[in-house]
């Protein structure tokens, strides 16, 4: 991909997660049930994770092993938020 | 570096009330200390890491034979603040549903201003890979100015976020949402500090582009630069709904 074609890809992106966080914004007045509110909301924001890490920190174009890599540390950190919840139900 | 979080937290868990009425609470100081000095001794230390190691003849399959070392360094690095992050956001969580007086949505923490650290930080990101594109493209005048621009944008997230803060503080927070605030300075803080340390490095990376550095094929340092700085917004990017939105 050339450098121009490659900066208008970083603009599109940019447009992207703007977007999004527009949308976030608004979100509360289009999804009134709070269940659904937070599901969507945090979807919206794992998607412009994923944007960044995918097109800012070019893991789109990384070997797979790397990819993997980061993937494990991601499943690690989302155990140790799931613990909580367990420890919530344990608790009650 | 874990095991320096590890003690820094230990010392504020094993401290004691100090106080019965009102309830105030005594860290257990030294061992917070102990961290913070053992954190920057790591920090020290992997900065100066060159990740070179001598192989044997006889060694195992290396599944990373294809990513630089130092890249792989950064990665693992980013993987370890993933994991500090996690837990920050999973204690989050845990005092979230426990606590049945958390205040809605936009009445605690301004969604405004929320809104416009996004908005900043988001543009910083888009700076920081401009500059990256820059220096890959020889342009040195875009390199500058788009680093330039991440470093203005750190300090206005910064300025924001600081106005907030005392903002918040002035209204005696604590007494009234003592957990939401908690949560709260303790999550953005270290976040802020991520944000702060990030405008240092920029700083540096400014005055190696001033002198003509990167523009050379030698900018595999502001790549670097760049993961990280993307990590810190991508943090920001559920930062954001959390304490904002929800």
């Known amino acids: 991909m050339s ?6 890809l970083y603009l599109i992106v940019f447009a992207a997660l703007i977007g999004e966080t527009d949308i976030e914004v608004n979100l509360s007045s289009i999804i009134p049930a709070y269940s659904e509110y937070v599901t969507v909301l ?17 893991l789109r174009y990384e070997p797979k092993s790397l990819s993997t890599w980061v993937i494990i540390g991601l499943v690690i950190a989302s155990l140790l938020m799931g613990l909580s919840f367990v420890q919530l139900h344990v608790g009650h | 570096m874990a095991f320096a979080t590890f003690i820094f937290f230990l010392g504020l868990t094993i401290g004691k009330p100090a106080n019965p009425q009102p ?9 917070i200390a102990d961290g913070v000095i053992l954190g920057i001794i790591s920090l020290f230390g992997y900065s100066r890491e060159t990740f070179t190691v001598h192989e044997d003849m006889q060694v195992e399959s290396w599944p990373f034979k294809q990513v630089p070392n130092m890249k792989l360094g950064i990665w693992t690095f980013l993987g370890a603040e993933v994991i500090f992050f996690g837990v920050l956001i999973g204690s989050y969580f845990f005092v979230r549903t426990n606590d049945a007086a958390w205040p809605p949505a936009g009445t ?4 405004r201003n929320g809104f416009a650290m996004t908005l900043v930080l988001l543009t ?15 342009n040195r005048s875009g390199l500058i100015a788009s680093l330039g621009g991440t470093l203005i944008l750190g300090a206005a997230f ?5 106005g907030e803060w005392f903002s918040l503080g002035g209204n005696h927070v604590f007494q009234n949402y003592s957990l939401p605030a908690t949560s709260y300075f303790i999550t953005t803080g270290t976040h802020g500090v991520h944000v ?3 405008m240092c490095m920029t700083v540096y990376l400014l005055a190696n582009a001033i002198k003509g550095k990167y523009v050379n094929g030698d900018h595999t340092t502001l790549e670097h630069f760049g993961l990280y700085w993307h990590f810190v917004d991508i943090v920001w990017v559920f930062l954001f709904p959390l304490f904002y939105l929800i």
Request: proline share 3%.
């Open chain 2, 23 to 31: 309830v105030s609470y005594q860290p257990f100081w030294p061992l």
């Open chain 1, 42 to 58: 945090l979807g919206i924001a794992g998607t412009k994770a994923v944007l960044i890490a995918m097109f800012y920190q070019h």
């Open chain 2, 196 to 198: 702060f340390a990030g």
């Open chain 1, 3 to 8: 450098d121009v074609n490659t900066n208008y």
């Open chain 2, 108 to 111: 605690l923490f301004d969604i």
């Open chain 2, 158 to 162: 910064l300025y924001i976020k600081a």
């Open chain 2, 124 to 138: 910083s990101s888009l700076t920081a890979i401009m500059a990256l594109a820059s220096a890959r493209a020889g």
